[in-house]
């Protein structure tokens, strides 16, 4: 027993010597000669440095992931613009020569084939054109569903292979997130952002730095997944979340 143990810690010690030689002396002398010249690794351990694994750490800025956030919602966010084409006068309806503008904020793509949820507030009694516009056309939409509880709207527009952004859970939100809002305003229909962060979550209430023209425009987590849209404002800024939004889907049988 004595004897192999002696014979193992033999050949311990003569490997730890082998191991030391060549490391210091052996592989240094190789590394001057032509042949191993070109081979990064041995031209490494003559100027005295070797690199056994790099690695890279990549870090990500809360400004970096608000804008993926913004990229990713961007495209499914339109504009909403309700016309009156008729007045009344006494009793009777009159043509009005220009539709008038009654309302106008966002909505959210939610199918490819054109179904769209935006906040109700936004369709009032007396509209009768509903014009949905984005980057390069306005078409014209027609009412599903309206869900009056949750103050929204299911509209369709007659286009397919629309951008749909992904749906989040705003269940996973916690009190002071930060939140992403995408929309869009002016003649122009451009787009615009805003930051916010949850201030209560049941219901759920989102505190924005500007709360100007944000009704309908959809909310999204900083991970660019949708949450909700602004249903309401006022006093206190409402969110229909995606869970209703999706209730008023599948009302439609969606």
């Known amino acids: 027993m004595k004897k192999n143990l002696s014979f193992w810690a ?14 210091h002396v052996f592989l240094p002398w190789a590394a001057g000669l032509s042949v191993f010249k070109n081979i990064d690794w041995v031209r490494q351990i003559k100027q005295g440095t070797t690199v056994i694994n790099r690695a890279e750490k990549i870090y990500i800025t809360d400004e970096m992931a608000s804008q993926d956030a913004v990229g990713k919602l961007i495209n499914s966010s339109v504009e909403i613009i309700s016309f009156r084409e008729y007045k009344k006068v006494g009793n009777k309806e009159m043509l009005l020569p220009i539709p008038e503008k009654i309302a106008r ?35 014209e939409a027609e009412i599903l569903k309206k869900d009056e509880i949750s103050n929204l709207v299911l ?9 749909v952004a992904a749906i989040g859970d705003y269940k996973d939100l916690r009190l002071g997130e930060k939140t992403i809002l995408v929309g869009r305003e002016g003649d122009s229909g451009s787009s615009f952002t805003d930051n916010g962060f949850v201030r209560k979550k049941n219901p759920l209430a ?5 709360a100007k023209s944000i009704l309908g ?9 949708v949450i909700g849209l602004v249903s309401k404002t006022g006093a206190e800024i409402q969110v229909a979340t995606n869970e209703k939004i999706r209730e008023l889907m599948k009302k439609n049988g969606s």
Request: hydrophobic share 45%; glycine share 12%; net charge negative.
């Open 206 to 210: 989102i505190q924005f730095s500007d």
């Open 155 to 163: 509209l369709k527009i007659a286009k397919t292979n629309l951008p």
């Open 217 to 225: 425009a959809p909310l999204a987590n900083i991970r660019g997944e």
């Open 105 to 139: 904020g966002s909505g959210l793509i939610l199918t490819g084939d054109g179904m769209i949820a935006t906040s109700l507030s936004l369709i009032p009694i007396e509209a009768s054109k509903i014009i949905v516009k984005n980057d390069s056309e306005s078409l």
């Open 10 to 23: 033999l050949v311990f010690v003569v490997g730890g010597l082998a191991g030391i030689f060549g490391s």
